[in-house]
């Protein structure tokens, strides 16, 4: 079986950052750069034309910063994956990203195995955030009650397991860490989270750490026993 090639598309205004992630990009067989933009108008256009898998997407750039083209991408329903560039780790504007449904973020001085990696993760389905730095960005800028009605009603058709699950997954706790809590299989663990996403009709992990905060099902600074 072949193995499928990840498209990427580079947003950057600045010419160099979009060249050295193509250089180290385009060194892997399985990752390819398919389109580059300078701007949030630009992705728009670009995330349309191409249709990559994964896009890197600056936070700061003219005609339309990064917040808002990634969720305007999203909107229009594009299945792909935004990881959002910033040079700093605790950005309010890296929450609001978050928030509009990107799957992570990387720090510009990422190293190239980082950038790979991270590239490759998204592309597999999983969210891009080390636990201690979804928490600090969770814990610093979510605000309690911030949702609507909807969210509460699907939060309570989750069973009680899935509810116990789904408080672990918003403290950033892996698969495994969550197994051996609760006494049970990796496997039965990736299938509960599987079907909370489903059922809360959300993206990844990181959006279940934003709805749990947000929501007031875990509160800032507590403890889970």
Known sequence: MTE????????????????????????????????????????????????????????????????????????????????????????????????????GFLLKDVSPEQLTAAVRLIAAGDALLAPSITRRLVERFARPSGVHDDAHHLLASLTPREREVFEHVARGRTNAEIAATLSLSEATVKTHVARILSKLDLRDRVQAVVLAYESGVIQPGSSMT
């Open 4 to 103: 499928r090639t990840v498209r990427v598309l580079v947003a950057d205004d600045q010419a160099l950052v979009r060249a050295g992630f193509r250089l180290i990009l385009n060194t892997h067989h399985d990752l390819e750069v398919v389109g580059e933009a300078m701007d949030g108008v630009q992705a728009i256009a670009e995330a349309r034309r191409v249709r990559p898998d994964v896009i890197l997407m600056d936070i700061r750039m003219p005609e339309l910063d990064g917040i808002e083209a990634t969720r305007s991408i999203l909107d229009a329903g594009s299945n792909c994956r935004i990881i959002m560039l910033t040079t700093f780790d605790l950005d309010e504007y890296v929450y609001a990203a978050l928030q509009a449904g990107a799957s």
